[in-house]
């Protein structure tokens, strides 16, 4: 009976921490997410104007 409670116990905490690494893995983003996440960035540097970014915006595709 005890190694029931204590085998049900190692498989609840197993699925615990299985669900919380698999929600902090990082999900994979396209190269077109990458490239407009640094344009954002790009952007919010001042490194380009708006009328560059919202060019280069409509020429990924958002």
């Not at 085998?7 to 929600?23: D, E, H, I, W, Y």
């Not at 077109?32 to 919010?44: T, W």
Request: glycine letters at 8%.
């Amino acid at each position: 009976m005890v190694a029931v409670l204590v085998l049900l116990a190692v498989l609840t905490a197993a699925g615990v921490v299985t669900a919380v690494l698999l929600r902090r893995t990082p999900k994979p983003t396209s190269d077109s997410d990458r490239a407009l996440g640094i344009l954002r960035e790009r952007f919010a540097r001042g490194e380009i104007g708006q009328d560059e970014y919202e060019r280069r915006r409509e020429t990924l595709g958002r």
